[in-house]
C-alpha cells in the first residue's frame, strides 16, 4: 500500500498483520505532522478504512 496525497499532504500508511494494528503519518512538505493509529483485521486494512483515517485529519483539522 502507497502513500496517498492530499491538500498538499502526504499520508504514509504502515501497519503489522500479526498485531493488527497499523498507523496513517501525516507529512506535510516532508516534516512529519501527526501518527493516527487504527485497527483491522484479515490480511491488510481495508482502503476505505484508509480513506475514512485520512477523511478524519481533514474533519478534525476543522474542529
Given amino acids: 500500500m502507497g502513500a496517498i496525497e492530499k491538500n498538499g499532504y502526504t499520508f504514509d500508511i504502515e501497519y503489522s498483520v500479526m498485531l493488527q494494528k497499523g498507523a ?3 507529512y506535510k512538505d516532508g516534516q512529519f505532522i ?5 485497527q483491522f483485521t484479515g490480511q491488510d486494512p481495508d ?5 475514512q483515517v485520512v477523511d ?8
Fill in 47 to 51: 482502503p476505505e478504512k484508509i480513506e
Fill in 24 to 26: 496513517v503519518h501525516v
Fill in 34 to 38: 501527526r501518527e493516527m493509529p487504527f
Fill in 56 to 63: 478524519s485529519f481533514f474533519n478534525d483539522e476543522h474542529e
